[in-house]
């Protein structure tokens, strides 16, 4: 059984730093691609970065590039997403979201319709 469980997401001031963290468990995690989503009140779900299973491909949303940072640890089964600078439109409920590669050489994708598990989010509220 695939189980994502983010945590991190608090409510912080304009201009704060926050890291969020996925555990993963029952997936192949050294060998998928993880991503972070996120979904703000009435709009609808957005890429906001992705990195390879190796950890050597990296994509984000031009909204957060130079502000948000994905990394992984593969030896704890955990994906982050560090933020910086964060601002009100940041506010959303972030999910986090895992694509099985397996044998497959493709590089992350930004489609959700490309990862087959998900998180059930973490919220991030930023007060200007």
């Known amino acids: 059984q695939v189980q994502l469980v983010e945590s991190g997401g608090t409510m912080v001031q304009a201009g704060a730093s926050l890291r969020l963290s996925c555990a993963a468990s029952g997936v192949m995690f050294s060998r998928s691609h993880m991503a972070w989503f996120r979904q703000a009140p009435g709009k609808e779900r957005e890429f906001v970065a992705a990195?390879?299973?190796?950890?050597?491909?990296?994509s984000y949303v031009d909204s957060v590039k130079g502000r948000f940072t994905i990394s992984r640890d593969n030896g704890k089964n955990t994906v982050y997403l560090q933020m910086s600078s964060l601002k009100p439109e940041d506010t959303a409920l972030y999910y986090c979201?895992?694509?099985?590669?397996?044998?497959?050489?493709?590089?992350?994708?930004?489609?959700?319709?490309?990862?087959?598990?998900w998180g059930q989010g973490t919220q991030v509220t930023v007060s200007s």
């Open positions: 979201a895992a694509d099985p590669v397996g044998t497959f050489a493709y590089p992350p994708r930004t489609s959700s319709s490309q990862y087959d598990y």
């Open positions: 990195i390879g299973w190796s950890g050597g491909r990296t």
